[in-house]
């Protein structure tokens, strides 16, 4: 069984800074992985989709790579808002798909 | 932009009755699913749905839980006698294709529908 690990589990940081988020994951058979964005009370917002193939995937500030062979994944937040406040969730994407607990990031203003 | 819609947004039921939560999927997507996410815990897979059946499902969605595509838009989920750990907000989502055709499976997830058992 999938077990999907994300650290750290909260972060709070000054707008306009770099930041990383982790994600590990036990079963390196996954076809894709994806990291979703969740609002408080709201549903799951996809942000990137990578391929079980690929390394790296981009989108605006936010940039995604997959280590499948060693089960790591990293989200990557250039020059952060309060916008981006929010928890971010991490799933590969096996038989099934497992989602980590998330990272719920706070940007002060 | 199409999107996945789920019906109703908050249903109160009480401990013991049936509920049936509604999902509209993307409409040329072919691959359905629940999850659920109780308050404050992580969001956890409960049933896939492809061709008409089930293809995979998780340990919690046992005999209580079922699942039906009743007609060419809507998919299912049916609680036969909710209990209170049946609360939580429960999550349709839908992909174009499956782990077979590896360049798409992007999930995309409805708002959810709330369950409050009492």
């Known amino acids: 069984k999938q077990e999907v690990t994300q650290i750290p589990a909260a972060l709070s940081v000054p707008e306009g800074e770099n930041l990383v988020l982790n994600c590990s994951f036990t079963?390196?058979?996954?076809?894709?992985l994806q990291w979703f964005r969740q609002d408080p009370g709201k549903g799951l917002t996809s942000l990137l989709l990578?391929?079980?193939?690929?390394r790296e995937q981009t989108s605006g500030r936010l940039n995604a790579s997959l280590d499948k062979s060693s089960g790591r994944s990293t989200l990557y937040i250039a020059a952060s808002q309060p916008g981006d406040s929010a928890t971010y969730l991490c799933a590969p994407r096996g038989n099934d798909m497992r989602f980590g607990a998330g990272t719920r990031l706070t940007v002060k203003p | 932009e199409p999107e996945v819609t789920q019906t109703p947004s908050h249903q109160v039921t009480q401990m013991g009755q049936e509920v049936i939560l509604r999902c509209v999927p993307i409409s040329n997507h072919l691959y359905f699913y629940w999850y659920r996410q109780i308050l404050g815990q992580k969001v956890e897979f409960l049933v896939s749905?492809?061709?008409?059946?089930?293809?995979?499902k998780s340990e919690i969605f046992d005999d209580q839980f079922s699942v039906e595509r009743p007609d060419g838009s809507n998919f299912t989920l049916k609680i036969r006698s909710t209990k209170l750990e049946d609360s939580a907000m429960y999550f349709c989502?839908?992909?174009?294709?499956?782990?077979?055709?590896?360049?798409?499976?992007?999930?995309?997830f409805g708002e959810g529908s709330r369950l409050t058992v009492l």
């Open positions: 990578i391929q079980s193939s690929q």
């Open positions: 989502a839908s992909s174009l294709r499956d782990r077979v055709f590896e360049k798409t499976g992007e999930l995309f």
């Open positions: 079963d390196s058979a996954i076809y894709n």
């Open positions: 749905f492809y061709n008409n059946e089930i293809s995979e």
